[in-house]
């Protein structure tokens, strides 16, 4: 499976979790949307960590490096996230489109430190 592939993959049952966990915030519990959305973004990423590892990038590279990389990135993602769902409130939007612009510009953010930061291991090079 390509990492590409894996990774939307992984994304769309992550997204899923996101998604129904935010909405369940908002609509059954009355709770404001940018943390409904924190609250279920950080949820997505607890499932997104092990399938991406194992089966979008086949990643070798052990768990004390990777994991605290992955967490930086959640971070760094949520709080772009938050980010960009505020602004589109703040533009009018309601916040399931605004949600879904905010995902779409942060999958491309995890996407590139996925592949090239968290999950590639860089064998030295052979001399010889």
């Known amino acids: 499976m390509s990492a590409l592939r894996g990774f939307l993959s992984v994304g769309v ?19 404001p ?3 409904a959305a ?15 590892r194992r089966l979008s990038f086949a990643s070798k590279r052990p ?3 990777g994991l605290p990389r992955f967490a930086l990135m959640v971070a760094l993602g949520v709080l772009l996230n938050s980010a ?15 949600q879904m612009l905010a995902t779409v510009a942060v999958m491309g953010f995890n996407f590139a430190c996925m592949k090239y930061w968290i999950f590639t291991v860089i064998e030295p090079e052979r001399r010889g």
């Open 63 to 65: 768990h004390r490096q």
């Open 13 to 31: 049952a992550s997204t899923a979790l996101h998604y129904a966990l935010m909405t369940t915030a908002v609509e059954l519990l009355g709770s």
């Open 38 to 52: 924190a609250a279920g973004f950080l949820a997505g990423a607890a499932l997104n960590y092990g399938l991406n």
């Open 84 to 98: 960009l769902l505020g602004l589109g409130l703040r533009l009018g939007l309601h916040y399931l489109p605004a």
């Open 33 to 35: 949307e940018i943390p």
